[in-house]
């Protein structure tokens, strides 16, 4: 297969790597502030400033149980490792709003998996 056919399909050297992530939220930082924010919402935004740090890229959703469930994947350019999987992994583990990584998925196609 031609290289430019190789990069319009995402196969080869142009595959595009990511990582499911899912991790439950202790309960006492999924409460309501007088404001009428959730206290939640600040550590979410710090996790999406560490992902975007890295170059990488998070899409998914917060369930009503403040479960987080998404899928990292890379930004323009930079391909997905798993160093960053282990980033991913410490930092999650480095803060007490996590109550349990549930799942950190291997590497994967993001086109085809």
């Known amino acids: 297969m031609k290289k430019r056919l190789r990069k319009k399909l995402h196969v080869g050297e142009f595959t595009e790597w990511g990582f499911q992530a899912c991790f439950s939220m202790r309960s006492e930082y999924c409460e309501q502030t007088p404001q009428g924010t959730w206290?939640?919402?600040?550590?979410?935004?710090?996790?999406?400033?560490?992902?975007?740090?890295?170059?990488?890229?998070f899409g998914g959703c917060c369930t009503e149980s403040f479960t987080v469930d998404g899928f990292i994947t890379r930004l323009q350019g930079i391909a997905v490792t798993e160093e960053n999987r282990h980033e991913v992994k410490t930092w999650l583990e480095a803060h007490r709003q996590v109550k349990e990584i549930t799942k950190l998925g291997a590497l994967v196609d993001s086109n085809r998996d």
């Open 39 to 57: 206290l939640s919402d600040n550590f979410l935004d710090e996790f999406l400033v560490f992902i975007e740090s890295i170059d990488l890229g």
